[in-house]
């Protein structure tokens, strides 16, 4: 055999081995479609789990598991929308409020977070705002006025799997603006928005541990085990020293099955970056808009703000000074203040100076 017809063959076995299993990856079906697996919420722990003291199921007045609708009739109905990693216990300065009021206030917890189910999905924009639509076809809500937060827990969790350092009750609000316009009743608030925000901003804690690889170690047994058992040897004995905000974390990293997993998905499919077409698309809408933001805010920094005006030219923009990304809990009465004005059958709106 010459030397030219060895080096074709040697070629030959080399090329065409990869390019006719690229062509039947190309070219073959795909598996049928299967049921997605749907990991348990906090409403499955045992009744001596801490979080039943947390977060019950009656934190709020009157709120429980009930067949809905109920009560009077209502015209003035408002969605409370959380962020990433908190669920709705976030609103516990806000919502009686807006309950004294006068408003029908509805309080869910995102899928993965709280007591919702968490299915073993991409947690994307799509899954969030169908998830509200759906729970407002289901009591029967024509339509809300929509509020979305972000709020955070950063400081206190470098022992836990995922470091969440920004959420997206903004981004979701947004969406679903855009998704389900006929569901949204004129009016959209965004507290501490995210939707917009440059990956450079999430630091690189964030994206490692809320990595693929990182999130299939965290998911083994091994270590849900130890994070279970670091949970429970760091539970506080004065149940007056316990924050509830972030006791509730700790609680879900260490005891919900997939809550890591959905909030790492949340960081990198979700409604936290990339919505600049959803902002404009809501500029163009009849709908108003408030922004909420504080100027320390370290989270989603106040830069945001001004970045989404620009792209919703007529929203009011309510700035708070000094106010944190936690401004929900720090700064209630402004942001209390800011909502009713907003949300009133009076309010008016004022051109951006």
Not at 162 to 186: K, Y
């Amino acid at each position: 055999m010459s030397s030219t017809s060895f080096h074709r063959l040697t070629l030959s076995l080399l090329v065409l081995p990869p390019l006719f299993l690229t062509l039947y990856l190309l070219a073959s079906f795909p598996r049928p479609p299967t049921v997605p697996i749907i990991h348990t919420s906090l409403a499955h722990l045992p009744t001596s789990s801490p979080s039943w003291n947390v977060y019950p199921e009656d934190f709020y007045t009157g709120g429980a598991y009930a067949n809905l609708p109920l009560g009077r009739a209502c015209t003035s109905l408002v969605v409370l929308i959380h962020g990433l990693s908190i669920p709705a216990i976030i609103w516990k300065e806000v919502a009686p409020v807006l309950a004294s009021r006068g408003y029908r206030v509805l309080l869910y917890d995102l899928y993965g977070r709280g007591y919702s189910d968490a299915p073993q999905v991409t947690y994307d924009t799509t899954l969030h705002t169908t998830q509200l639509a759906l729970l407002m076809q289901h009591i029967k809500w024509d339509n809300a006025f929509i509020v979305g937060l972000s709020m955070v827990n950063t400081s206190s969790y470098v022992d836990m799997p995922l470091i969440s350092d920004c959420e997206q009750g903004g981004g979701i609000a947004t969406a679903f603006s855009v998704h389900f316009p006929h569901l949204v009743n004129g009016k959209v608030a965004l507290v501490a928005s995210a939707g917009i925000m440059e990956s450079s901003d999430l630091s690189r804690t964030t994206k490692f541990m809320s990595s693929p690889l990182v999130q299939t170690v965290s998911a083994l047994p091994p270590f849900q085990q130890y994070m279970r058992l670091l949970a429970n040897t760091s539970e506080s004995s004065d149940p007056c020293e316990i924050n509830p905000i972030q006791e509730i974390v700790r609680l879900q990293s260490a005891h919900l099955p997939h809550y890591n997993a959905a909030v790492a998905s949340c960081l990198r499919d979700g409604p936290i970056r990339g919505l600049h077409l959803a902002f404009q698309t809501l500029a163009r809408s009849s709908n108003r808009v408030l922004l909420i933001h504080g100027t320390a805010d370290k989270t989603v920094p106040y830069k945001y703000a001004s970045k989404i005006r620009n792209l919703v030219p007529h929203a009011d923009l309510v700035t708070i000074s000094d106010g944190g990304h936690d401004i929900t809990e720090t700064h209630a009465s402004e942001v209390n203040a800011a909502l009713l004005h907003f949300l009133a059958d009076e309010y008016t709106y004022k051109p951006r100076k």
